[in-house]
């Protein structure tokens, strides 16, 4: 399934950079000189991130995630899990992988679902740009709003799921 998908992203993609380079040949030049720089430039914090994680599972036994991550750790997992990702800043190319990383090593689909929800859904990071440029009532309503979607969208998932 994961490799139709692959296929078609890619099948998109340079379908659509033949299209740009058919109508102009120099900003489709542009585009993949862009596309290629901002590669090298994450590619650093990549392979950091994948060392990193990779680190971290050689260390820390699966049964140590499962004691601490797995479903026996209850909700207290699930909500360390999700304060977590609401107070990191992880860019998805890194979250994503780290959390299959964790589901195989033996942590529960809700904990997991908590870290990821709360990763992507509230920007606490960001929060005083988006006061900034939002106002503050909007800022933070949104954020509310997102950490309580957040959560309940973990345990959904989790119920689904498990």
């Known amino acids: 399934m994961s490799s139709i998908l692959t296929w078609s992203i890619y099948v998109i993609v340079f379908g659509a950079l033949g299209v740009l380079a058919l109508r102009d040949r120099a900003k489709a030049k542009q585009a993949v ?3 290629v720089k901002s590669f090298f ?3 650093p914090i990549l392979l950091a ?3 990193l994680i990779g680190l971290l599972l050689g260390l820390v036994s699966p049964e140590t995630i499962v004691r601490y991550l797995g479903q026996e ?3 207290w997992a699930t ?3 999700f304060v977590l990702g609401v107070v990191l800043y992880i860019a998805s190319l890194v979250s994503i992988p780290l959390a299959a990383s964790l589901l195989r090593a033996g942590a529960s689909m809700t904990t997991v679902a908590a870290f990821i929800t709360g990763l992507m859904m509230v920007n606490t990071l960001t929060l ?3 006061i900034k440029h939002l106002g503050k009532k909007m800022a933070w309503s949104r954020n509310l709003l997102n950490l309580l979607f957040a959560f309940a969208i973990a345990i959904v998932i989790g119920m689904v799921l498990q």
């Open 73 to 75: 750790a209850g909700w």
């Open 79 to 81: 909500l360390t899990a």
């Open 49 to 51: 991130f994948i060392g």
């Open 41 to 43: 430039g994450m590619l």
């Open 128 to 130: 005083p740009l988006e």
């Open 33 to 35: 000189k862009v596309a």
